[in-house]
């Protein structure tokens, strides 16, 4: 290994719960994690890794699949650490040394033993979900001095135990999926006694969706399919992030338990529960119903009324196959109810409640029927997506068992959520998008996800009472790597995602992955990367998409907003390009993937419609320097497949497709046929050499317009908190350097009266009428009700109420509501305006009250006539 390499990583601190001491050593210490406990020191620490060698581990040989997997992954982790297999003694009378210990409460012998023995106490976690205890465990056998024993409330909460461990002492859960390499260590020491810990929300997981072309070529040429042998790292990824819960891809022709019955038999080996999407009632995937209507098995229209008994016996089927387990358990799931059309679409034209609500009815008769148990025992979770949420909307009920799963607008923004108060056994969840296929347009291809808005949308949910259930579509997994690791870090434990905590995450972050050395910058470069690709979609950027300045004749060139926005780009790209150089070469391929690949493509992308605006504009005026700009359009196309390309053929080719998503020139909502570079028009006429060769030399941006004055909303003179609420700055959640939320969220409305606002003192340098421009973070009303108020005043004069009134949609924008929501996502910018009247010159004082939960001030733009 490269010295500097191990110089460097020797230093870095892993999510802020380890300290580093000399030697190559790695001290866990759980007293310095801001998401766990306080536990007391040990008086002595436990090795892991003592001089290159590892503990050994032990699990009965008659645990739980999901026990006996982990234990082979750490076993796995732990060679990775020290260079050396972990010994695996099959019995407490041939363990020596060290000593780790795996079980589940009720399910190992060895923990049954020393629970027995009073050697742990354990009345804390029985009973409980996913709860895990890590504790020392003083001369527990002949031969073994100590044992760290992980012991889980149940089989997930001894794996959730054993990963914390495999991340904390270096190996990230992105290890395989994301290439991260594992530092070498000589000495990994444990520092307390005993750690305990278990999620807040029940279901943590992802979907993968819209996965054509990329995340199924993939697929096809590295595994042969969507199998097992692919699922097998899925899985993995998912419980090494601490989530317990999936939807399988799905898009035709994919069907997760018909195309390798292998993949629900891993799944439930490895402690995964399965689900299935919002149109795929009881574990069928769509593409089943078209399979067995070929074959003969089903017939007819996927439609309920006039096909109802093949469509019963299709989901009589499906349920018949989760419990051919043979257990009386049956494989591990969490059963979808209701129906939509076919091919995510619309059932029926209207609101067909009556209809929806016999669907259900009847298939929570074949669940009973076929498990041979109380229907409630069964889990189940009703999606409210799109139409679905109009039947809820409509007076449509289910049973109270059944989750109740709320969705976002698919751009981020949360619909819906629990109003009523009243305790409902199968609880909420919230179904979040990090991609999407769909109006306004697709967006597919790259993350353009901040961590700001999930953990502003999330913790919304989560203190309305959004706590069974959260789900993100992550595309292709790849390259949602990011904000999928912080909306299961999140849903782990909201309650400890405080706003400083999320202000600390992007670093903790990269220095898990990279190193401390270099981690404060990669998370700077994660933000700031997030905050500019939060501006627009790249699928919705052209070269029309931001202003130029004004034309200039054969003069400079005044770049306007789009050329601001451009440097900043090559900006950012500068200061990547710096960090990957003090990289050791083996960090490359990961860096490259996390962190180098998504800020040079969209760099490259904004120089591309950036130089296609300017050869447009020249080659209309018929001037020559046209040439030169459509020189660089076709340089920066040639760029974007370098990048495609290298991507492709990191990792010895590892990831050979999974950057194969078009990208360029949408006309329509939909994907272009292929990739194909913006339209460029040469002229006639000899460009000057210095021009040809440095053709984006341009004059300064054009000044603000007079009159114009811009305020950060974040940057207030002062604020007032009152009835348990007050406003609080979000660095660079929005467009800008950051927005406010009213914390805690979730509360009803107040009032002016109620005193909750934010000062900003403003001076006007003459007297003027004003008009206010307050830009906020895209958001709807989750209570139903239709609109979100803010209460605007200037000075000592009355209150003006201003309203934001969005209507989420997926089809056409047939309203004007709809059209304001499509114009909020494409920019996620939020416009309302007022008249303030004629002001004096001088100082005046600009209040903001705070009315209704949800509402994200971004921004504050006073002009002057």
Known sequence: MEPNFRARMDRRTLLGTAAIIAGGSLVLDNTLSPATAKAPRASKPFSLVSNGLPAQIMVDAEADTAVRHVADRFAEDLARVSGQSAGRPSDTMTARGPLVIIGAIGQSKIIDRLIADRRIMVTDLEGEWEAYRQIVVERPFPGVPRALVVVGSDRRGAVFGTYDLSERMGVSPWHWFADVPVMRRRSVFLTFD????????????????????????????????????????????????????????????????????????????????????????????QDEWHRNNEAGVTGGKW?????????????RGGVERMMSKGDGRGYESLLTVGMRGDGDEAMAEGTATGLLETIVADQRKIIADVT??????????????????????????VPDDVTLLFSDDNWGQIRRLPVDTTPRKGG????????????????????????????????LAYQRGARTIWIANVGDIKPMEFPLSFFLRQAWDPEAMTPATLAAYPAR??????????????????????????????????????PLGPPTGRGPLDGGVFGGLVAEWNALEAQMLDVRRRLAPEQHDAFFQLV?????????????????????????????????????????????????????????????????????????????????????TRVGGDVPEAIRNRPAQFAPPSPPPKGVITIEAAAFSRKRAAAGLEWTAVPHLGRGRGALIALPQGHHATSVSDGICVEYDVDLPEAANTTLQLHLIPSLDVTGGGQLRIGMSIDDRPVQILRAHLEATGGEQDTPAKQRWADAVKNNDMVMQCSLGRLARGRHVFKLWRIDDNVVPQQIVLQTA
């Open 303 to 315: 439609d309920y009324a006039t096909n109802g008994e093949n469509l019963r016996r299709f989901w």
């Open 194 to 285: 005993g750690q305990r810990d278990q999620p807040k929300v029940r279901y943590r997981g992802f979907f993968i969706n819209d996965e054509d072309p990329c995340f199924s070529g993939w697929a096809k040429k590295k595994f042969g399919g969507i199998n097992a042998k692919m699922y097998a790292h899925v899985f993995e990824l998912l419980l090494r992030l601490k989530g317990n819960y999936l939807w399988p891809a799905m898009w035709a022709p994919k069907a997760f338990n018909d195309d390798d019955p292998n993949n629900m038999v891993l799944a439930d080996a490895m402690g995964v529960v399965m689900g299935t999407s919002h149109h795929e009632p009881l574990t069928r995937a």
């Open 596 to 680: 180098e690949h998504p800020i040079s493509a969209l760099a490259n992308l904004y120089r591309l419609y950036y130089a296609a605006a300017w050869n447009k504009r020249l080659a209309s005026s018929n001037d020559p320097r046209a040439n030169a700009f459509a020189d660089q359009v076709e340089a920066s196309f040639r760029r974007d497949d370098e990048l495609t390309d290298r991507y492709h053929s990191i990792a010895g080719g590892k990831w050979d497709g999974m950057m194969a998503q078009v990208h360029m020139n949408y006309v329509i909502w939909n994907d272009p046929v292929r990739q194909a570079m913006p339209s460029i």
């Open 428 to 459: 909420y969840g919230v179904y979040y998008h990090f991609d999407y296929v769909g109006a306004p347009r697709n967006y597919k291809w790259i993350n353009t996800n901040q961590i700001e808005k999930i953990w502003q949308q999330m913790d």
């Open 509 to 546: 972050w990269a220095s898990a992955l990279f190193g401390a050395g270099e981690g404060e910058r990669i998370g700077d470069l994660l933000t700031t990367y997030g905050r500019y690709a939060a501006r627009r979609k790249p699928e919705l950027i052209d070269q029309d998409s931001f």
């Open 372 to 397: 041979n148990r109380p229907v409630d025992q069964t889990p189940q979770v009703w999606a409210l997506y799109k139409e679905v949420q109009d039947y809820y909307d409509h007076g449509m009920r």
